[in-house]
């Protein structure tokens, strides 16, 4: 049998695939045709920034992984773990919203264009899930220090989210910016 917490995640989990699949195929048949995102030659988002930004997320992907092996045996250890992987999620999206911050000083809003307001619902939902989901693992990370026992399936279900959550980052990278 699934536990109900990894149940409730995957479910979760199967609609943010429906929502994302929809969001990135709209988009991509929005750019069809066009070269510009309606803002003369400025560029989205450095591609960089954002390459870094996924690094910072797969490492705090690693860093729950961790703490989820480290659980049964060393408990201690598996707290450092969520919370290395909780201030690296606080970062990512701390950094997503500096750089949406750039790009709405830089001109591009949500009624600059179809393709700007495409582009602040894929990477504003996938940041609001970043920030329910370090939310989340400050959470687990209180709770590991009063020996809750439900926190071990709070912590998969909370791995499931989190890797669709890095899962899903290559694919919205590699749609706006390729």
């Keep these: 049998m699934i536990p109900d917490h990894v149940f409730g995640a995957l479910v979760f989990v199967?609609?943010?695939?429906?929502f994302y699949s929809a969001l990135l195929s709209s988009f991509v048949v929005m750019r069809r045709g066009r070269d510009s995102w309606g803002q003369g030659d400025f560029h989205a988002l450095p591609v960089?920034?954002?390459?870094?930004n996924g690094l910072v997320l797969l490492l705090s992907m690693a860093s729950v992984f961790l703490a989820l092996r480290a659980l049964s045996g060393q408990p201690l250890q598996a707290r450092a773990h969520l919370f290395?992987?909780?201030?690296?999620a606080v970062l990512f999206w701390g950094y997503q919203l500096v750089l949406g911050w750039k790009l709405y000083a830089g001109g591009v809003t949500l009624t600059s264009s179809v393709f700007?307001?495409?582009?602040?619902?894929?990477?504003g939902s996938h940041l609001l899930q970043a920030v329910l989901g370090s939310a989340w693992m400050g959470k687990l990370v209180i709770d590991m220090g009063r020996n809750k026992p439900s926190t071990a399936g709070n912590l998969r279900g909370l791995?499931?989210?989190?890797?669709?959550?890095f899962a899903i980052w290559p694919a919205i990278y590699g749609v706006l910016f390729f």
């Design 14 to 18: 199967f609609v943010e695939i429906m």
């Design 84 to 88: 290395r992987a909780t201030g690296l």
């Design 48 to 52: 960089s920034a954002e390459g870094f």
């Design 116 to 123: 700007s307001g495409c582009l602040y619902l894929l990477l």
């Design 159 to 165: 791995a499931v989210l989190w890797c669709f959550l």
